[in-house]
């Protein structure tokens, strides 16, 4: 059975951090990018990391950039985003994607997507 399944979300403070994890099954996972993407109510699905199959390469979003770090364990078909030194901003649904196409995943996931998670919720407040 096909599955992204996301964990790790939660409250916590400002400047506080968390793991969050998607784990895979059902498909052939070495050879799919994922994404992480999150949205907020009322705001629009933002692409906040992606990692490539084929090489580790990585992309982050502006908003992210040297606060958040994906890595992926191909071995346990299972793909992480590090949080660290959280902002209320960054309160949101988080969703991972997997697909072959990584124009997919670099389009928002807005012209298709192959497979989607259904997301773990973070909220930084204090």
């Known amino acids: 059975q096909l599955q992204l399944v996301e964990s790790g979300g939660g409250l916590v403070q400002p400047g506080g951090s968390l793991r969050l994890s998607c784990a895979t099954s059902?498909?052939?996972?070495?050879?799919?990018?994922i994404g992480w993407f999150r949205q907020a109510p009322g705001l629009e699905r933002e692409l906040v990391s992606y990692?490539?199959?084929?090489?580790?390469?990585?992309y982050y979003g502006d908003s992210v950039k040297g606060r958040f770090t994906i890595s992926r364990d191909n071995a346990k078909k299972t793909v992480y985003l590090q949080m660290n030194s959280l902002r209320p901003e960054d309160s949101a649904a988080y969703y991972c994607?997997?697909?072959?196409?990584?124009?997919?995943?670099?389009?928002?996931?807005?012209?298709?997507?192959?497979?989607w998670g259904k997301g773990t919720l973070v909220n930084v407040s204090s």
């Open positions: 059902g498909f052939t996972f070495d050879y799919y990018h």
């Open positions: 994607a997997a697909d072959q196409n990584l124009s997919r995943i670099i389009g928002g996931g807005y012209y298709g997507m192959e497979y």
């Open positions: 990692i490539r199959h084929n090489d580790g390469g990585t």
